[in-house]
């Protein structure tokens, strides 16, 4: 089955604290893959995209993410959070077969003062 | 500014009273979709539209309709909304095989 994972539903952080949303995905998802954040009652903003290229993509606000295809992975990381990251953040990635985005449970990060 | 808009984006309905959700870009994009998000379920894709004229089911599409008449357009039909459908909802649009897909700010749908 086409799938991506997100092992981790909640992460709780202290501020300034190194963070990891771990994210894995099928064999027959593609390689093109994504991180969305969600902050509180808004829409879903690209965070980062692998498409090719470099293992290790970085996005905006600060945050990188390293694809690993023999662990078939893509992490997302920060070395020092803010309290403004708290939000939900989504791991996607391409169906291979239909080409459509295929999103994994999300991971709630709560970063705390 | 490229954007989705969402209409409306909060709604308590009750059971069984149609309601539309309208969707709309001023992107051109051809492929637009409509997804559900649920806690610990993440996003499921209900209907997209791969251009004019042309939608197909996601992945949960059962008690939901669309339809394409126009490129800019691409409404949510609930015929007869039950509290299961209570949820967040959000349409998105992108050119075909585009990677960046653009999101709508999300519907707040509460049925009752």
């Known amino acids: 089955a086409q799938s991506v994972t997100q092992l981790d539903s909640q992460v709780p952080v202290f501020e300034e604290a190194p963070v990891e949303l771990r994210c894995n995905y099928s064999?027959?998802?593609?390689?093109?893959l994504f991180w969305y954040v969600q902050y509180p009652n808004q829409g879903l903003q690209l965070l980062l995209k692998?498409?090719?290229?470099?293992?290790l993509v970085k996005g905006i606000n600060g945050f990188e993410a390293e694809f690993n295809k023999s662990q078939t992975s893509f992490h997302l990381r920060k070395p020092s959070v803010h309290i403004s990251d708290t939000a939900e953040y989504f791991c996607?990635?391409?169906?291979?077969?239909?080409?459509?985005?295929?999103f994994g449970q999300g991971t709630t990060l709560q970063v705390k003062p | 500014e490229a954007q989705v808009t969402q209409n409306p984006r909060y709604l308590i309905t009750v059971t069984g009273k149609k309601l539309t959700v309208t969707c709309s870009q001023n992107?051109?994009?051809?492929?637009m979709s409509w997804y559900r998000q649920d806690p610990g379920l993440g996003l499921r894709q209900i209907y997209y539209?791969?251009?004019?004229?042309?939608?197909d089911k996601g992945d949960v599409p059962e008690g939901y309709k669309v339809s394409r008449k126009e490129k800019r357009n691409f409404p949510l039909i609930l015929e007869s909304p039950s509290p299961n459908q209570t949820s967040l909802y959000f349409c998105a649009s992108s050119t075909q095989g585009a990677n960046t897909i653009y999101f709508g700010e999300g519907s707040w749908l509460t049925v009752v």
């Open positions: 692998y498409l090719s290229g470099s293992t």
């Open positions: 539209s791969m251009n004019v004229e042309v939608t």
């Open positions: 064999s027959s998802v593609s390689v093109y």
């Open positions: 992107m051109n994009h051809e492929y």
């Open positions: 996607a990635g391409r169906s291979s077969n239909t080409g459509k985005l295929i």
